[in-house]
């Protein structure tokens, strides 16, 4: 805790309906009560209508004064927050009487550090509050929001614990266990690590750079020649892919920019799925699939003749039936969008439901991200600590326990970095720095 007391306006400077005061800290009941000129312990979380004193004891507003009790505000310390009319001489006033009482002004971000200090929340969740107000799209905001909520930092702790796991047990055959290790242990052992690899990996796959991250990738996919670079070229509307009469035209993946009415999307044409003995092409579908894997919608287009599609769990699906003019969709395929991509038919329906489907997309993401360089940086040198054992960890043995557990610990202490467990003072100022003074 700290032993003196902060105040800063909470909300932008200048003109405006309302601003906010905040003062944290030890003082803050006292100064409440010398700017509602009131004796009496505020009664908390209960925002009440007093009116405000200035350091001459005139009477200069009428404001809505909240008081948080310790622990239970954002700081974690006694908070009085004031909501006074919108007038910079107003919010001076009441800065000064409470400066003049005992507060300070505060650094930017003390505020918030203070929260993390108090054991509010984690580094990770601090950094969530200066990402949340700097976002600038409202998916922007969600992740930063989720993370703010501990959705990160509950990855972290999970892999932290399976670390712990892993750790005790080895030095535990280490120091106590003249037996080695059997292989049940070694076994799950084993999967842990693999586990705890796989999880940071995600994770850094998942770094949320900037909006480019969050663009989705539409995917368009299904056997060769039924017409998949062509409908990526009706609805682009220019001829980016090339189209062929041969099959296995397509080789490569190629990526194009869409714009679906004010939704941005990555387009992606890839090779017609069937097994070659081509090198080049089994390349291609190799490549394919990848592409498959990481989208988040997929095209799946057939034709007379195709199979009937697998669709695979956990992505948005479009089926498509292609080349209705020459072919009438067959009632197994009752289910597929029919259209004629030579002769642009039924292309707006297919855009139609594309727009519906990245609609329903928008404002919300399904995958545990990062958020900022800081966090990446942990999570790598976490992994390569990690990495660095892995021809030690085999499914039924583990070679030289000391120093896998060596750098276990050391993969560790990069997660007690990112979490804020164990810090120093030029991280916090270098987190802190960029937050505003009231935040
Ligand atoms: N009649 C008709 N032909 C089409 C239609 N769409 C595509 N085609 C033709 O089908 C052939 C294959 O088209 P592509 O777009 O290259 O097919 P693809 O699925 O990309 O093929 P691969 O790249 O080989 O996997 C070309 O000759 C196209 O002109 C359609 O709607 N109607
Ligand atoms: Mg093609």
Redo the contacts with the bound molecule.
């Keep these: 805790m700290f032993n003196d007391t902060i105040v800063a306006q909470a909300t932008p400077q200048g003109l405006g309906g309302v601003s906010i005061v905040r003062v944290s800290g030890p003082k803050a009941i006292d100064i409440g009560k010398r700017l509602t000129r009131k004796s009496r312990t505020p009664k908390a979380k209960t925002p009440t209508l007093h009116s405000i004193y200035s350091r001459q004891n005139i009477k200069i507003d009428q404001a809505l004064v909240t008081y948080f009790n310790a622990p239970h505000s954002y700081t974690g310390e006694d908070i009085i927050e004031v909501a006074c009319h919108g007038n910079p001489l107003i919010v001076q006033e009441i800065i000064k009487t409470a400066c003049k009482n005992g507060a300070r002004s505060p650094n930017p971000g003390e505020f918030t550090m203070r929260s993390f200090i108090n054991g509010k929340m984690d580094l990770i969740q601090a950094e969530a509050v200066a990402s949340l107000i700097e976002s600038k799209s409202l998916t922007a905001a969600n992740i930063s929001n989720e993370v703010l909520s501990g959705s990160l930092s509950r990855a972290i702790k999970n892999i932290k614990k399976n670390l712990i796991f892993l750790v005790s047990t080895i030095e535990y055959e280490i120091d106590i266990s003249e037996e080695s290790t059997t292989k049940k242990t070694t076994g799950t052992m084993y999967k842990t690590y693999k586990n705890s690899c796989l999880h940071c990996e995600k994770l850094l796959e998942n770094y949320y750079g900037d909006d480019m991250f969050l663009i989705p990738r539409i995917v368009?996919t299904?056997?060769?020649?039924?017409?998949?670079?062509?409908?990526?070229?009706r609805l682009v509307g220019e001829d980016r892919?090339?189209?062929?009469?041969?099959?296995?035209?397509?080789?490569d993946s190629i990526d194009v920019h869409l714009s679906i009415g004010k939704t941005q999307a990555i387009l992606v044409?890839?090779?017609?799925i069937r097994s070659s003995k081509d090198e080049i092409e089994i390349e291609g579908i190799k490549r394919a699939k990848g592409a498959v894997d990481k989208a988040d919608i997929v095209i799946y287009?057939v034709?007379k003749d195709s199979n009937h599609p697998h669709f695979k769990d956990g992505k948005d699906h479009l089926f498509v039936f292609?080349?209705?003019?020459?072919y009438e969709k067959p009632k197994r395929f009752d289910k597929a969008i029919g259209?004629?991509?030579?002769?642009n038919?039924n292309i707006h329906k297919l855009k139609r439901a594309l727009s519906t489907l990245l609609k329903s997309r928008e404002g919300s993401h399904r995958d545990v991200l990062i958020t900022t360089q800081r966090q990446f940086d942990c999570i790598q040198r976490c992994l390569n600590f990690l990495k660095g054992i892995e021809t030690f960890i085999l499914k039924d043995h583990i070679y030289e326990p000391e120093i896998v557990s060596l750098d276990i610990r050391e993969g560790i202490k990069e997660l007690d970095v990112l979490l804020g467990k164990t810090t120093t003072d030029d991280i916090l100022r270098n987190i802190f720095s960029n937050f505003c003074v009231g935040k």
């Excluded at 299904?222 to 070229?233: D, F, H, Q, R």
């Excluded at 044409?269 to 017609?272: I, K, L, N």
């Excluded at 292609?322 to 020459?326: G, I, V």
């Design positions: 368009i299904g056997e060769p020649n039924v017409g998949k670079s062509t409908i990526l070229n892919a090339i189209v062929n009469s041969k099959k296995g035209t397509t080789r044409d890839t090779a017609g287009v034709t292609n080349k209705t003019d020459l259209v004629s991509a030579t002769k038919k």
